[in-house]
């Protein structure tokens, strides 16, 4: 089955700290991926995807994601966190093959603490 | 300007009434979505059109029926809700069109609307 996991309900860092939010996937064939965040009470709000090409896919606010094919992985990251960066994010996959399917992961709450 | 909007913001009913949501859209793309999230934040896709072409539909309970006017509204009508239909309902829009290269591209999402049932 085709699905995507975020392994942490919850990532606290210390303001100024590099950033990591964990996303894996399993989808047959090549994947679409995308970082989604959520502020309390607001809809999502995009930041970067991966489609093809360079792996490292550089996104809004400072964000960046690394695309590993053969860890079936599309880790969220930033240098240096910022409280502001405090909310919820979702990792989501679409499989290449079935492009009209999109499965978001469960969410991860990132606090960061000043 | 607000990109994605939605109305009502918050919908109180009781078991058993139909109610609808709207959504619209100011940003010229051409797919619409809804989608469920849940107490627990899980998201879903139920739907989406394509220049008012229905063009996905999950596995929805058919008391759930979309319409889109226009390629810039996307109405959602629920007839005979139930408790299990509390929850936040968010609209959204993109530029790509799922099923084709880059699948469903940027989406830009509305500031959802939170259903009670009672």
């Known amino acids: 089955a085709q699905s995507v996991a975020q392994p942490e309900d919850q990532v606290n860092v210390a303001e100024g700290n590099p950033l990591t939010v964990k996303c894996t996937y399993s989808v047959s064939g090549n994947p679409y991926l995308f970082w989604y965040v959520q502020y309390p009470n607001r809809g999502l709000q995009f930041l970067l995807k991966y489609i093809t090409g360079d792996n490292l896919v550089k996104g809004s606010y400072g964000f960046e994601a690394e695309f590993n094919k053969s860890q079936t992985s599309f880790h969220l990251k930033k240098p240096s966190a910022l409280v502001s960066d405090s909310a919820l994010y979702f990792c989501a996959v679409t499989p290449y093959s079935s492009a009209s399917k999109i499965i978001f992961g469960s969410g991860t709450r990132l606090s960061i603490r000043p | 300007d607000t990109a994605v909007s939605q109305t009502p913001k918050y919908l109180v009913t009781q078991m058993g009434n139909d109610k609808s949501i709207k959504c619209e859209q100011n940003l010229g793309h051409d797919t619409m979505y809804w989608y469920k999230q849940d107490s627990k934040k899980f998201l879903k896709i139920m739907f989406s059109?394509?220049?008012?072409?229905?063009?996905i539909n999950e596995t929805v309970p058919n008391r759930f029926s979309p319409k889109s006017p226009d390629k810039a509204h996307l109405n959602l009508h629920i007839n005979s809700l139930e408790l299990g239909d509390s929850a936040v309902y968010f609209c959204?829009?993109?530029?790509?069109?799922?099923?084709?290269?880059?699948?469903?591209?940027?989406?830009?999402f509305g500031p959802g609307t939170r259903l009670t049932v009672t």
């Open positions: 059109y394509n220049n008012k072409e229905l063009i």
């Open positions: 959204a829009s993109s530029q790509g069109h799922p099923g084709l290269a880059g699948g469903f591209g940027e989406q830009y």
